[in-house]
Structures are given as structure tokens and as C-alpha cells.
């Protein structure tokens, strides 16, 4: 049966706009961690030469808490609606929020410290693994079918800045403040900004409508009982597509855009304050570019934009990380405005692709074990790894060479990927999808 969201008119505006911000939250939290990743180290672990390290490490393994939230969130929203599990995930994500900002520190507790922020890392990231998967598909069932690109990248573009929030606000109180009173006590103002800013979308999001297709769904009792099963017996191929692309998608941003700031930081290219104006400046070309990029993707297809993209992840990282190495603030702000450009992009058309693989039937599910999978591997393990690779072998290019090896395996998936704009479609008058094709 072929899925009926994205009928023009079914979603209001506002609930779609509620739906899109909200990502802000999400992003502006988990890469908060990450921006404070030499700061961190110090409240947390006690500082020294493997503290960097175990802050890495405990990002890496956090994130591997997604791929079970995203099941179990997508679990709740294939059977009970994606209203319900996007308000339980922004609860989750609240009150982890809340508990960060107010944790003791490793003069205050010892190593109990670090264990303590490693467990809550690892219940955002449960709450995150079930809240964009969950975003994305409320987006792309809302819209109307010629605009899906488009409204989609919206996610892509509030969590760019949220992003962009994490290292403005992080900037500004790691300048304003000495270094004591930052390991002291400036290090929560962060945490309890992005406290109360998911506090208010959980307030807003009690306002959205349900989406069009899981009310079509349950008008024809067509929700699966189980929707896990579903989507493993039905649409293994779907996952496998959407594992490559979120692949692609994740490396690109976690490494592309915010591991920079440690990378600049740990060759020496430039101290913590200018690494962090940097993302600033690089987000912000982001959030630009990500609207364009979806509509660009309902003007030409997705197929042709993502595999210019992937041909750009192969040629250009290595360069740009070369660059961003040579301790000018020019060059570095190229290297991080090309790369972040790179990993926005992917990002923006990756979102609405990986989501049109699956029917409206056990579509969170199936973005769970494909997309969300993929971003676990290739998303909290890649900065980590990457600085564990370049400790170890002292060749500086890693994170270039990582991003290049990741876009050469997609690149055959994304060449037999079949179009999925829905104008596309029409146009050449596609047969019947099959279960492991893409439904529109």
C-alpha cells in the first residue's frame, strides 16, 4: 500500500514550525558537549594528557544509547503517534539537561564526577535517538509533496542553530570569565540555558496536531502490531539505504563540522576562544545553505544532489583540513566554512531521503535501525576516533581521510538509489513500489 502524507493542507504551519525549531534544543545540548570538550576535561576528569580522551570516549559511548532510543521512541511513535513520543523524548532531554548544569565537579567528588556526566550523556542520547527520527518524519508527512525537501531541511536547519547557539554561548562565557571561576562554576551557565530552552518546547510541542498519516493509519487500522518486525521483515533494503546516507550525513557533520574546534585546538592552530568563534562563523554559513539545499532537492531530485555531495566528501576534506592547519584565521575559517558546508548539506537532503524509503507504516522503526544506526557508528565514534587515530599515528589528516573513505563506500548505494522527489515519480510514470522501494 502506497503511504498519503504529505497532502498539501493536513498540517497546520504551525504545528509543522513548532516541529522544525524544536530541533534546536536537541542539537544545541549534545554538541554543547563537544564545543566544552577541552573545558570539560578539566571540571570532569581532573585534567592531564588522557583527560581529552576520556571526554572523547565518553561522547563515543554515550552515543551508542542512540540506536536504543531511537527504537524504542520509534516503537512508541509507530504505534501511539509521533505526537506522543516527540512529547516523551523532550521531557527526557529537559530534565537530563537540568541534572547536567547541576552536577559536582571533580574537585568536589572525585572521579564519581566524570561516571556521573558520562551516565547523563548517555540519557541524552537515548532521549535524542527517538527526537529528530521522530522530527523528520512529522516534517516530511506534513508537507506538501512538491515541498518535502524543503520543510524537511528545516530540522537540519534548527539543529545547525542549535549548534550555532551551543558555540555562541559557549564562546561568550568562556571569554568573559578567568579560568577559575570557568571550572568553578562557568561551565553550568551553558547546561542551564539549554535547560530552559527545552523546558519551552516541551511547552510548545503540547499544542501540535497529530500527523496526517498516522490519523490515516489508524482511520484504516493499518498500524502495525509490531512495528519493529514490520520494518526488518518488509523493508531491509529501505534500512540498508538509509544506513549509507545517515552514514555519510553523520561523519560529515561530527567530524566535518564539530570536532574542528578540538582539532584546531589540539595542533595548535589556534587557542579554545578563536576555535570556538570559529563554529560560530561556520554554522552560521550553514544555516544559510540547508533551506537552499532542500529546495534544491525538490527542484532536481535527491539522487543527483546527493551524489554531487558524496563526490565532494572524497575531494575535499583532506585539503580542508590541510588548510585549517596552517594557524591563520583565514585559512581556517575556509577550511571550517567548506567543510561545515559539506556536512549541512548532506545533512539537509539525507533527512527527507532516508525518511521517503519507508511507507508511513513503520517508518520511525525503520529509521531507527537504518539511519539512527549509522549515526551511532559514524557520528559519537568518529571525533573520538579520529583523535585517538591522529595520537597514534601523528598524522594530522585523519579526520580528512576518514570523511573521504566513508563518501567512496556510499558512493555505489547512492548511484543505485531510486528518486523519491514525488514530482520526480510522476514524471516517469514509476510502476507500483514494492515493499523494499521507496513510498512517496
Same mark, same amino acid.
Given at each position: ?34 564545543? +566544552?570538550?577541552?573545558?570539560?576535561? =578539566?571540571?570532569? &576528569?581532573?585534567? *592531564? /594528557?588522557?583527560?581529552? !580522551?576520556?571526554? @572523547? ?124 571561576? +570557568?571550572?568553578?562554576?562557568?561551565? =553550568?551557565?551553558? &547546561?542551564?540555558? *539549554? /535547560?530552559?530552552?527545552? !523546558?519551552?518546547? @516541551? ?238
Amino acid at each position: 500500500m502506497q503511504a498519503t502524507s504529505g497532502i498539501p493542507g493536513h498540517m497546520s504551519r504551525r504545528s509543522l514550525a513548532v516541529a522544525a525549531l524544536s530541533t534546536i534544543v536537541e542539537w544545541y545540548d549534545f554538541t554543547l558537549y563537544l564545543y +566544552l570538550a577541552t573545558l570539560l576535561p =578539566r571540571t570532569f &576528569f581532573g585534567g *592531564g /594528557a588522557v583527560a581529552l !580522551g576520556d571526554t @572523547l570516549a565518553g561522547f563515543a559511548l554515550a552515543y551508542l544509547m542512540r540506536p536504543l532510543g531511537a527504537i524504542v521512541f520509534g516503537h512508541i511513535g509507530d504505534r501511539y503517534g509521533r505526537r506522543v513520543t516527540m512529547l516523551a523524548s523532550m521531557a527526557m532531554m529537559t530534565g537530563a539537561m537540568l541534572a547536567t548544569a547541576l552536577l559536582p565537579t571533580y574537585a568536589q567528588v572525585g572521579s564519581a564526577a566524570g561516571w556521573m556526566l558520562i551516565g547523563l550523556r548517555c540519557l541524552m542520547a537515548f532521549s535524542v535517538g527517538g527526537e529528530y527520527t521522530g522530527v523528520v518524519a512529522y516534517l516530511m508527512e506534513g508537507a506538501p509533496s512538491d515541498r518535502r525537501g524543503f520543510v524537511t531541511s528545516l530540522a537540519s536547519a534548527a539543529s545547525e542553530i542549535g549548534a550555532l547557539l551551543a558555540a555562541g554561548v559557549s564562546a561568550v562565557t568562556v571569554a568573559s570569565m578567568d579560568g577559575e571561576s +570557568l571550572e568553578h562554576w562557568g561551565w =553550568r551557565i551553558p &547546561f542551564l540555558v *539549554g /535547560a530552559g530552552l527545552a !523546558g519551552l518546547i @516541551l511547552l510548545a510541542r503540547s499544542t501540535m496536531e497529530e500527523s496526517q498519516d498516522f490519523v490515516r493509519q489508524r482511520a484504516q487500522g493499518s498500524i502495525p502490531r509490531n512495528p519493529l518486525r514490520h520494518s526488518l521483515r518488509h523493508h531491509r533494503v529501505a534500512i540498508g539505504r538509509g544506513f549509507a546516507i545517515s552514514a555519510l550525513g553523520s561523519i560529515t557533520y561530527y567530524v566535518g563540522i564539530t570536532y574542528v574546534p578540538s582539532f584546531v585546538t589540539s595542533v595548535g592552530a589556534m587557542g579554545e576562544g578563536r576555535a570556538l568563534w570559529l563554529s560560530t562563523l561556520a554554522a552560521l554559513v550553514v544555516v544559510g545553505i540547508t533551506p537552499l539545499v532542500g529546495m534544491l532537492a525538490d527542484r532536481v531530485g535527491r539522487r543527483p544532489v546527493l551524489l554531487f555531495l558524496a563526490g565532494g566528501s572524497v575531494l575535499l576534506p583532506m585539503a580542508m583540513f590541510l588548510l585549517m592547519m596552517q594557524g591563520t584565521v583565514g585559512m581556517a575559517l575556509a577550511g571550517a566554512v567548506v567543510l561545515a558546508c559539506l556536512g549541512g548539506a548532506v545533512s539537509a537532503v539525507g533527512a527527507v531521503t532516508t525518511a521517503e524509503q519507508f511507507p508511513g507504516e513503520g517508518r520511525l522503526s525503520g529509521l531507527a535501525f537504518g539511519a539512527t544506526m549509522a549515526t551511532a557508528l559514524f557520528g559519537g565514534l568518529t571525533p573520538w576516533l579520529a583523535h585517538m587515530l591522529i595520537e597514534q599515528t601523528g598524522w594530522a589528516l585523519v579526520p580528512g581521510a576518514m570523511i573521504a573513505l566513508v563518501g567512496l563506500c556510499v558512493l555505489p548505494v547512492l548511484w543505485a538509489l531510486p528518486e523519491t522527489a514525488p514530482p520526480i515519480l510522476r514524471s516517469r510514470k514509476t510502476a507500483d513500489p514494492s515493499p523494499d522501494r521507496p513510498f512517496s
